[in-house]
């Protein structure tokens, strides 16, 4: 007799509610699958001041930084999806997402003439990967309104 049976597990993690759902009842694979989830929000948030991401942004225009492999690939991926044509996917869209301030304090709906000015910083083609050092740099600099990395977020 088969057990069709789902085993719900959830967390916040990378500022969500994860549901997790396994067709057996492990909490230890569960435990395993939130440590990998918290493992890449520590790599990739933009909501800390730490992160190997937030590296990449607070040294936009400036020099690039070497990144370990998994954060480069992932990047890499995400600026792939980013140049198909006609992609809905943005790697760069940090600075218009961050307008809104969805799930922070202060949140509301940004006017047109703010979103115009933030879409020039939303171009994934600004992003250079170099492969041999694992590195990623942001090409426009930051300007006296702050610096890139205040306003450019690589979101996957």
Same mark, same amino acid.
């Given at each position: 007799m088969s057990d069709n049976r789902v085993y719900s597990y959830s967390a916040v993690l +990378?500022?969500?509610?994860i549901l997790l759902k396994l067709c057996s009842h492990d909490? /230890? +694979? /569960?435990s395993r699958v939130f440590q990998l989830?918290?493992?890449?929000?520590? &790599? =990739?948030?933009?909501?800390?001041?730490?992160?190997?991401?937030?590296?990449?942004?607070?040294?936009?225009?400036?020099?690039p930084v070497t990144v370990s492999r998994p954060v480069f690939q992932l990047i890499q991926c995400a600026k792939a999806a980013s140049m198909v044509r006609d992609s809905a996917f943005n790697l760069a869209i940090?600075? &218009?997402v961050k307008l809104w301030r969805i799930g922070f304090h202060g949140h509301s709906v940004p006017?047109? /003439?703010?979103?115009?000015?933030?879409l020039a &910083?939303?171009?994934?083609?600004?992003?250079? =990967?170099?492969?041999?050092?694992?590195s990623v740099f942001l090409q426009q600099p930051g300007d006296g309104a702050g610096s890139r990395g205040d306003r450019q977020r690589l979101y996957r």
């Open positions: +990378m500022g969500s509610p909490e /230890a +694979m /569960a989830i918290k493992r890449y929000e520590d &790599l =990739l948030t933009v909501n800390r001041a730490e992160s190997q991401v937030m590296d990449i942004n607070h040294a936009a225009g400036r020099h940090g600075p &218009l006017d047109a /003439a703010d979103i115009r000015a933030r &910083l939303t171009r994934p083609q600004e992003v250079i =990967l170099d492969e041999a050092t694992c």
